[in-house]
């Protein structure tokens, strides 16, 4: 049984990031251990954000989609968790994989706050009074979780990834000035969380220090390419850089060893040309057998397809999806759909011992 947990939570690891290019949600991991309605154990469980990552994958469409958490630093010291639960929280603290908030800032108050700068939904079945965002709510279901809800408004241009920081504190795992590639922080990760504000004022989270603004950084938006509904590519379109997807392209995201049939034939070699104007995502069709927009407002919306005209950049709203071909897609890595259609996903759940998964009702 240990040795389950143990795997299941090295599984769940790998699905955590406080890089706002690679998550797709926030979640307050104290509130997501106490969702013993989702497996009917103890009281306080870790494990149980691998349902709710299970559940996010579902509802994106995404298996490699990660999760932002935000604990208070009293979860180190839960005693409804066990030990090795609690070692297990402090070390992705330490390794920038979760974001533990000194006592005094509620965790949820900094969700959201963490959600509104990046422009991600918030998991949660707690009130959110002020916040505007979009949130999913945890919901019991057949073998795991399901996230209900979906509604809300996000940023225009997400301000949070737009400047480099550094904290005083030389070990921050967040905003340390040795860690990562950007000098600051998120070890792991390529870009770092948002600061905390204080009065307007950018703050670290961790250790509450202020921060020192080290510059700009372009603006960047994570994308993915599905084929058969499964997730082959992701990627990052920079602003000042034009990112070209297609079969084969010389220097781009290529999708031909994922293709067969017909789309092989349909899908050119340079398909469409994805670039960053300000805050606008511009999609350019390149190909010979044309390129289809369906846009939507929202996830739950019903797509109106739009045809490109060659050559025409085409500015593309946060939920819509760029089809090359049926079944040959690209979208925002954080704005997808289950309703898109898609494979079946892999659970991170697979090594969770028995009794942490909820079994169908007979």
Same mark, same amino acid.
């Given at each position: 049984m240990r040795f389950e947990v143990t795997r299941a939570l090295d599984a769940i690891e790998r699905r955590l990031s406080t890089d706002p290019l690679r998550t797709g949600a926030v979640i307050d991991l104290g509130e997501i251990v106490r969702l013993v309605d989702l497996?009917?154990?103890?009281?306080?469980?870790?494990?149980?954000?691998?349902?709710v990552i299970d559940a996010l994958s579902r509802q994106m469409g995404d298996d490699g989609l990660a999760l932002y958490p935000v604990a208070s630093r009293g979860l180190l010291s839960d005693t409804d968790l066990? /030990?090795?639960?609690?070692? !297990? $929280?402090? +070390?992705?603290?330490?390794? @920038?994989? %979760?974001?533990?908030?000194?006592a005094e800032v509620a965790a949820l108050v900094r969700v959201?706050?963490?959600?509104? /700068?990046?422009?991600?939904? !918030? $998991?949660? +079945?707690?009130?959110?009074? @002020?916040? %505007?965002?979009?949130r999913f709510a945890p919901a019991t279901a057949p073998g795991g979780a399901a996230l209900e809800g979906?509604?809300?408004?996000?940023?225009?241009?997400?301000?949070?990834?737009?400047?480099?920081?550094?904290?005083?504190?030389?070990?921050?795992?967040?905003?340390g000035s040795?860690?990562?590639?950007?000098?600051?922080?998120?070890a792991r990760d390529g870009r770092q969380p948002p600061p905390r504000l204080v009065r307007g004022v950018a703050h670290c989270p961790r250790h509450g220090e202020r921060l020192e603004d080290k510059g700009s950084l372009p603006f960047a938006v994570p994308m993915v390419?599905?084929?058969?509904?499964?997730?082959?590519?992701?990627?990052?379109?920079?602003?000042g850089q034009s990112t070209v997807v297609g079969r084969a392209p010389d220097n781009g995201v290529v999708l031909g060893p994922y293709l067969d049939g017909e789309a092989v034939r349909r899908v050119s070699r340079n398909h469409v040309r994805l670039e960053l104007r300000g805050d606008e995502l511009r999609v350019t069709d390149l190909s010979t057998n044309g390129t289809v927009v369906l846009s939507r407002p929202g996830p739950q919306t019903a797509p109106r397809p739009v045809g490109l005209a060659l050559e025409q950049p085409y500015v593309l709203g946060e939920?819509?999806?760029?089809?090359?071909?049926?079944?040959?897609?690209?979208?925002?890595?954080?704005?997808q759909s289950a309703s898109d259609g898609m494979a079946q996903q892999q659970s991170v759940m697979g090594d969770a011992p028995t009794m942490a998964m909820r079994l169908p009702r007979s």
């Open positions: 497996d009917g154990g103890r009281p306080a469980q870790l494990i149980r954000v691998g349902l066990t /030990s090795n639960e609690r070692m !297990v $929280i402090r +070390r992705w603290s330490d390794d @920038g994989l %979760a974001e533990v908030v000194p959201c706050e963490v959600a509104a /700068s990046i422009g991600q939904p !918030v $998991i949660s +079945r707690e009130p959110l009074p @002020g916040y %505007a965002g979009i979906g509604r809300g408004t996000t940023p225009k241009r997400p301000a949070a990834v737009g400047r480099r920081w550094q904290c005083p504190v030389p070990d921050c795992a967040s905003f040795t860690a990562g590639p950007f000098s600051g922080g998120a390419a599905r084929v058969g509904g499964a997730v082959r590519e992701r990627f990052v379109v920079t602003e939920w819509d999806l760029v089809e090359l071909f049926e079944g040959v897609e690209v979208c925002r890595a954080d704005r």
